[in-house]
C-alpha cells in the first residue's frame, strides 16, 4: 500500500472513531436524566385511580391534571432540562387542588429546546379537551422556562401570561405579566438577570433550584435549608396570588 492511501486509510478511521465517539456521548447525554422520586409517582398513581390526571387525547404522552370544578384557567407546564417530567407532579397536585387546569408537557428527550413550541399543539387542541379554560398560562423551570419564555414572546396573543421557576425571561415577554419565583439558594441561575428583570419576583428563602421538582439534588446546585414540601407550598400560595 503507497503512502498516499495508507494516509486517507489513518484519516477515514480517526474520522470514523470520532463521529463514534460523538455518537456515544450525545446517546448518554440524551439517555440520562433525573428520574422522578417515589413520592412524584404516587401522586401519579393516585391521579389515574381518582380520574384527575389522565393522558390528553391529542398526545397521549401529556398529562392533563384536572381540578375538581371548572376553571376558566389553565396552566400549560414545561419541565426542566434532562428532568422526567413527572417529578413536578407534586407542586401540579396542590395547584390543581386551588382550582387550576394542568397540562403537564412531556418533552423529547427530556429537554425543552427540542420542542420549544410544544404549547402551540397544546392550545390548538384544548377547546374539545379543556373548553371551558378562556385563560392560559405558561409555565416552565429552569430550561424550561427558557423554552416557556420564547413561546410566550412569540405567541403573546395565546396566552394570559408567563410564570418561570428558578429562570429568568429569556424571551422578553411582557414583564407586566411575568411572575418570577426563585430560591434564594439557587447558585444555577444568574441573579444578575433576576435583579436586571422588571417581572414580578418572589425569593424563596432557604430554597434552591431542585426543589420546584421531587427528582432528588442537582449537580451544581446550591443546598436547600428548606424542604420540597415548603418550597412547593410556597410556590403554590404565590402563584394563586399572582393568578387571583
Known amino acids: 500500500m503507497d503512502d498516499k492511501k ?6 477515514g478511521v480517526t474520522i470514523f472513531l470520532m463521529l463514534a465517539a460523538v455518537g456515544i456521548w450525545a446517546y448518554s447525554y440524551l439517555t440520562e436524566y433525573y428520574e422522578a422520586k417515589p413520592e412524584a409517582l404516587e401522586v401519579l398513581e393516585e391521579g389515574k385511580d381518582t380520574g384527575t390526571i389522565y393522558p ?3 398526545d397521549s404522552e401529556n398529562l392533563i391534571i384536572k381540578a375538581d370544578g371548572e376553571t376558566d384557567t389553565g396552566i400549560v407546564f414545561y419541565p426542566g432540562g434532562k428532568v422526567e417530567y413527572t417529578a413536578y407532579l407534586p407542586l401540579l ?11 403537564l408537557v412531556k418533552m423529547p428527550f427530556n429537554l425543552a429546546f427540542f420542542d420549544m413550541n410544544a404549547a ?31 413561546f410566550a414572546a412569540d405567541e403573546s396573543d395565546s396566552i394570559a401570561g408567563l410564570i ?12 407586566s405579566n411575568t ?9 444555577k441561575l ?7 428583570d422588571k417581572s414580578e419576583v418572589v425569593e424563596i428563602d432557604g430554597g434552591n433550584h431542585a426543589w420546584f421538582g421531587n427528582y432528588g439534588e442537582q449537580d451544581g446546585d446550591g443546598e436547600a435549608t428548606i424542604s420540597h414540601q415548603e418550597q412547593q407550598d410556597i410556590t403554590t400560595e ?7
Open 56 to 58: 390528553s387525547a391529542s
Open 238 to 244: 404565590t402563584i394563586s396570588q399572582w393568578l387571583n
Open 6 to 11: 495508507e494516509l486517507k486509510r489513518r484519516i
Open 93 to 103: 397536585e396542590q395547584l390543581r387542588e386551588r382550582g387550576y387546569d394542568i397540562v
Open 120 to 150: 402551540e399543539d397544546v392550545l390548538d387542541n384544548m377547546d374539545e379537551e379543556l373548553p371551558e379554560v378562556k385563560n392560559w398560562y405558561i409555565m416552565g423551570h429552569s430550561l424550561g422556562g427558557v423554552a416557556a419564555s420564547s
Open 164 to 175: 418561570l421557576l428558578g429562570a429568568y425571561n429569556y424571551g422578553k415577554y411582557d414583564e
Open 190 to 196: 444568574d441573579l444578575d438577570k433576576i435583579d436586571e
Open 179 to 187: 411572575l418570577i419565583v426563585y430560591g434564594s439558594n439557587d447558585v
